[in-house]
DNA sequence: TAGATTGTTAATCGATTAACAATC
DNA sequence: TAGATTGTTAATCGATTAACAATC
């Protein structure tokens, strides 16, 4: 199937609509018209329809669109019905916090290992799975079908582990090390969370205001 | 002084430009001209021109731009020559992750306490800070100057305690809670980090590749 | 001075918003 | 049928890129 090339700004909203229409499913709400959506989430009725278009018509005229099929919609254009096995490399404070995180469970994301080089974590369980060395992680991944690596390494060692990563074979890496990392295989998607980014961003906005 | 207004667009990539201006500081980088910049970066050499231009002429022709003078620049930009008195409000897994993320410190992030509403973590300490009540944030927030408040609550829990940090006169918000927060006050900061929009994001750019 | 590279204006591109015919 | 609201085209707006004169 050719599709149209969707816009990554449009992509960045698809979550923000499921989180929504998610509330409103929640409180039992049946349909909603774009523009009701639209004051609840302070965009434009327009926007809407153009961001949904993209991906087919989910609604009727002089009705608006049922809750819970666009939700499900959303869900599946999104890919939450797959499930995805997961691994957290790092397991400091962060990929710990990580691990016992149970929203991500409930989207598909399984994690099935966690890897780190320092002895004094490994051997150590959380959540019920045990830390093993960065060393075994190569056969932990073919062995166990992993799709996604959560990356929570310091700078330095995030390049070559997610190196690593690529060609263990896995599709995707989540990662949160201060970096951009420059992979040899352009079809294995890299999300980034640069928490310092975010946090510089709110200290320019605080400063602007005073 | 009458500023032109910024977009979000800009002020966004700043903290990218910041992180690779230390980079080529740490690696005794003099100077560095926009053309050699967009290459690491991956990005146009006008966008950075243009960009930076927003905020005054840093460079000079012929030469290029002096890494460290525009590092210190764009630190002063972001806001970084402050310090900022931070709590934790959400004691759990990712709020003591936090916590103990020291690289925040080095940005004069300072957590100066920690709130929680569960027994069982109050009175623990993290990082030399005891996780106190809840009840306790607002003289808390007035004795301390606490400038920033991050808030790492359950949804479900976030809008009210967000409102109770505003009346505190906290300045900014960096948001981990899934919600998108309405502000009574509109010139309180909020900084969104949606975890789970993210993974979505990811989620979907996979699903796309196969 | 000649070469390099900025700062800035102008052109292009893409994303958002407005408008409205189609239709439930 | 009349009213409501979508899907979609057209208009607008803003952001990015290209070009080049200014100048170190």
Chains 1, 2 share one sequence.
């Not at 959506?37 to 018509?57: C, E």
């Not at 690529?166 to 640069?194: C, M, Q, R, T």
Request: overall charge positive; glycine content about 10%.
């Amino acid at each position: 199937m050719i599709q149209k090339k969707i816009s990554t700004a449009v992509i960045k909203r698809l979550p923000k609509y499921y989180r929504y229409l998610g509330d409103l499913l929640e409180n039992d709400v049946v349909r909603i018209s774009s523009k009701e959506l639209s004051n609840r989430m302070g965009v434009t009725a327009s926007q809407i329809r153009q961001d949904l278009n993209n991906f087919g018509g989910f609604g009727q005229q002089g009705y608006g669109y049922n809750v819970e099929y666009l939700y499900n919609a959303i869900g599946k254009i999104l890919g939450l019905e797959n499930k995805y096995n997961t691994i957290i490399v790092g397991a400091g404070n962060l990929g710990q916090a990580l691990a016992n995180y149970t929203n991500f469970d409930k989207r598909g994301f399984e994690v099935k290992g966690l890897f780190d080089v320092n002895p004094r974590l490994i051997g150590i369980t959380v959540r019920g799975i045990e830390i093993k060395d960065l060393d075994e992680m190569g056969s932990f991944i073919k062995e166990n079908s992993i799709d996604l690596a959560i990356l929570t390494l310091p700078k330095q060692k995030a390049p070559k582990v997610a190196n690593d990563l690529v060609s263990y074979g896995i599709k995707g890496i989540w990662n949160f090390a201060p970096i951009d990392l420059k992979l040899s295989n352009k079809n294995v998607i890299v999300e980034n969370v640069h928490l310092l980014d975010s946090l510089m961003t709110l200290s320019y906005n605080i400063k602007e205001r005073i």
